[in-house]
C-alpha cells in the first residue's frame, strides 16, 4: 500500500509523548507519509481507511543497538561470557563473512526486526574487514525499507579504515534527512588507545557524525567517560552502549555533556556483563534506549527485550526500577531520542513521520488486554501479534505478513551464509 492518505480508524491507540497514554475508540490520520491528525471520527474523504477495531496502535519500536550480521550466527554464543563471545563471534566466526554473507545477514535482521515491529535500528556493523563489507551492509539496509542509522564499526582484529568511512559518507550517505543516515561506531577507549580514540572521534568530529560504542563492560571496565573529558573528546554527540560498571560520576558526565546510553538487558545477562543499569541512567539524566544487541544469544524482537528490561530492574534498588510505562518509553521515543531522531519518529504527535505498527488485540494472549493497553504491550505482546507495520507511511507489512518482495530469495541466502560460516569451531 502506498496511499498518500491513510486513515487508521477507531483504534485502542497509544501515544508515548510527553508519557505513554492509552486512547480507545480513537482514529490515527496519515497523509505524505506523515502524522496529521490523532482523535475521534477524523474525516476519511480521500483516505484508504484501515480498520484498527481490535488493534493497539502505537509508535514503532526503535531498537538503538544491533549488530545486524549476526543474523547468520544465531544462538551460537549461548553458553559463554563476554570474552569467550568476543573470541568465537568476533575473533573466529566474523572474519570469515564475505560481502554476500554480509550483505544477505544484514537484510534478513533487518526485515527480521520490521517483522516484529522494529521500524528503526542503529545497526552498528563491525564485521566490515574490505570497502565492499560495507557498500553491502548499507545496500541491505537500503532494502529493506527500514528506518536505520548505519554505524561504521571497526573489526577487534584490526583498525578502522578512516578513508573508506569518508567514501560512504560522501558517497553512500550523505541525506542526514533519509530513511537511511549513518554514525561512527568505533572501539572507544575501553577496547583502545587513547590516540586511536582520539583519531576517531576527530574523524566524527570532520564528517559530522555521531559516535556509538561500548563502554565499561564487566571485566574490561574501567573509567572511560573521565578519559574522553580528560583529552577533551565530551562535545562529539555520543551513544554509550552498556556502561553496566560505570560509577555514578560517569553516568553523571555523560548527563552533563548531551550523551544518550543504549542497554542491552538480554545480553547483558546472558553475557555476564553486570548488574542492570537503565534504572541508574535514567535517575542520572541520561536519555536511555533499548538494544537487541546479538541474537547469537537472545530474541531479536522488542517484546522480549522490553520484559527483560522490566525484570532486570527488579533486581536494583527500588528508586532505579522501571514501569511499563518507562519501558515503553525507552522502546519508543527515549530510543528515538537516543539516536538523535526524536524530531522525527517515536510518538503519535502530528508533524513526526508515520512510522505505526499494529498489534492484534483479538488473539488469545492479548485477548482482555484492552483494560490496559500498554501493560499488555511490554508483558503480554510477542511479535506474531504484529498485524500491520508502517515506516514513513509505506506499508511494509499488512494482515501479518511482510510486503518485501524477496522473502524467500533473503531466507536461502542466509541459510547459505550460515552454512558457510559454520558454528563454534
Do not use: C
Not at 496519515?30 to 496529521?36: D, F, K, N, V
Not at 552533563?256 to 542497554?263: H, M, P, Q
Amino acid at each position: 500500500m502506498t496511499d498518500t492518505r491513510i486513515l487508521l480508524r477507531n483504534g485502542h491507540v497509544i501515544d508515548t509523548e510527553p508519557e505513554p497514554v492509552a486512547r480507545p475508540k480513537t482514529d490515527v490520520l496519515i497523509e505524505g507519509g506523515r502524522i496529521t491528525a490523532v482523535g475521534r471520527d477524523l474525516p476519511a474523504e480521500g483516505a484508504t481507511v484501515v480498520d484498527a477495531t481490535d488493534r493497539i496502535v502505537l509508535p514503532g519500536f526503535v531498537d538503538t543497538h544491533r549488530h545486524v550480521w549476526q543474523s547468520a550466527l544465531r544462538s551460537a554464543a549461548v553458553d559463554v561470557d563476554l570474552a569467550a563471545y568476543l573470541g568465537l563471534v568476533l575473533g573466529r566466526l566474523g572474519p570469515r563473512l564475505g560481502p554476500q554473507d554480509i550483505h544477505a545477514a544484514t537484510l534478513a535482521g533487518a526485515l527480521e526486526g520490521l517483522d516484529s515491529g522494529i521500524t528503526t535500528l542503529m545497526d552498528f556493523s563491525h564485521a566490515l574487514h574490505t570497502p565492499e563489507h560495507a557498500d553491502a551492509a548499507v545496500d541491505a539496509l537500503q532494502a529493506a525499507g527500514l528506518r536505520a542509522v548505519f554505524g561504521y564499526g571497526f573489526p577487534l582484529t584490526g583498525f578502522g579504515n578512516h578513508d573508506d568511512v569518508r567514501r560512504i559518507r560522501a558517497e553512500r550517505l550523505r541525506n542526514d534527512d533519509a530513511l537511511v543516515t549513518m554514525a561512527l561506531a568505533p572501539l572507544g577507549p575501553s577496547y583502545t588507545p587513547i590516540e586511536v580514540v582520539t583519531d576517531d572521534w576527530r574523524l566524527a568530529a570532520e564528517l559530522d557524525l555521531s559516535v556509538t560504542f561500548h563502554v565499561s563492560a564487566g571485566p574490561l571496565a574501567m573509567r572511560p567517560v573521565s578519559i574522553l573529558r580528560e583529552h577533551r573528546l565530551l562535545d562529539v554527540k555520543a551513544l554509550y552502549v552498556h556502561g553496566n560498571s560505570l560509577d555514578d560520576d560517569e553516568l553523571k558526565l555523560i548527563a552533563d555533556s548531551g550523551g544518550t546510553a543504549s542497554v542491552t538487558p538480554g545480553t547483558e545477562a546472558m553475557l555476564g556483563i553486570g548488574r542492570p543499569v537503565a534504572g541508574r541512567y535514567r535517575r542520572a539524566g541520561v536519555t536511555t534506549g533499548l538494544g537487541v544487541d546479538a541474537v547469537t544469544s537472545t530474541p531479536g524482537d522488542m517484546f522480549s527485550l522490553m520484559r527483560a528490561a522490566l525484570i532486570a530492574s527488579q533486581v536494583t534498588d527500588g528508586a532505579a526500577r522501571l514501569s511499563v510505562k518507562d519501558v515503553l518509553r525507552m522502546a519508543t521515543l527515549d530510543g528515538a531520542a537516543a539516536l538523535g531522531l526524536a524530531d522525527r519518529i517515536g510518538s503519535l504527535r502530528p508533524g513526526k513521520q508515520a512510522d505505526v505498527i499494529l498489534l492484534r488485540l483479538d488473539d488469545l494472549n492479548v485477548l482482555t488486554a484492552d483494560r490496559d493497553p500498554i501493560a499488555a504491550v511490554v508483558t503480554a505482546a510477542h511479535p506474531q501479534n504484529v498485524d500491520t507495520v508502517l515506516v514513513a507511511g509505506q506499508v511494509v507489512k499488512s494482515d501479518g505478513r511482510l510486503t518485501h518482495g524477496s522473502l524467500v530469495r533473503t531466507a536461502d541466502a542466509l541459510r547459505a551464509t550460515a552454512a558457510a560460516v559454520g558454528g563454534g569451531n
